[in-house]
């Protein structure tokens, strides 16, 4: 069935490192694909998304490439700031327009 | 727009009592889900609907789980009894019409959730 895969955290950076975390998924068909973050106490916000193969989203300087060749959204920002402390998810969502999640990332960022 | 609504925000609750979770979707969404998040388990699809129908209720942990959503504007999630294992924080979510021609389309907005404990 569809599935996605994140790296495990928690990942810690200092402020200003430039932030990689990774996200492979396994789907039938063609897939949107979805990074949600969820801060303390809050529900999940969606961060960005694209719908198809090669298609770039990006927000508040997150970004992230949809690669249909190696089955991957990797997310991505060039300097993260404390204020980018939370927990991210990979989702995918097929047809039934169901979510499919990864398990969760955390990321620390420290001053 | 407010966003998806729901209340409580927190409940403490006792064994074995009834436990009501309501949640109000953004006007004109079609779509409502309903998930669970724990630490053990992480977050899990307990049941979602399509224009008042439920769709798919195969998370629904147990029969004394049930959802219901009588209007587009308004759906519960009902534990009767509760147990102290049903302790977790509860979302529910709710997205537009579709695209591409399917059922349900694939952004969903979340509520703030609700963090019932059950002593």
């Known amino acids: 069935g569809d599935s996605v895969t994140q790296m495990e955290g928690p990942v810690t950076l200092s402020e200003e490192a430039f932030l990689t975390i990774n996200c492979t998924y396994t789907a039938t068909g063609y897939p949107s694909l979805f990074w949600y973050v969820q801060y303390p106490g809050e529900g999940l916000q969606l961060l960005l998304k694209?719908?198809?193969?090669?298609d770039k989203g990006s927000n508040k300087g997150f970004e992230a490439t949809y690669r249909k060749e190696t089955t991957s959204f990797h997310l991505e920002k060039g300097s993260v700031q404390v204020s980018d402390s939370a927990v991210y998810f990979c989702a995918l969502s097929a047809y039934t327009g169901k979510l499919i999640f990864g398990q969760g990332t955390t990321l620390q960022v420290k001053p | 727009d407010a966003g998806v609504i729901q209340s409580p925000r927190h409940e403490v609750t006792e064994m074995g009592q009834e436990v009501t979770l309501r949640c109000k979707p953004i006007?004109?969404?079609?779509?409502l889900f309903w998930y669970r998040q724990t630490m053990m388990r992480g977050l899990e699809l307990l049941i979602y609907f399509n224009n008042n129908v439920p769709i798919d209720d195969s998370g629904m942990p147990e029969d004394r789980f049930s959802a219901k959503m009588p209007n587009a504007s308004f759906s519960t999630l009902k534990i009767q009894p509760s147990e102290p294992r049903d302790s977790a924080v509860y979302f529910c979510?709710?997205?537009?019409?579709?695209?591409?021609?399917?059922?349900?389309?694939?952004?969903?907005?979340f509520g703030p959730g609700t963090r019932l404990t059950v002593l």
């Open positions: 979510a709710s997205s537009g019409a579709g695209e591409r021609g399917t059922l349900i389309t694939d952004t969903q907005y």
């Open positions: 694209a719908t198809k193969a090669d």
């Open positions: 006007s004109g969404h079609n779509s």
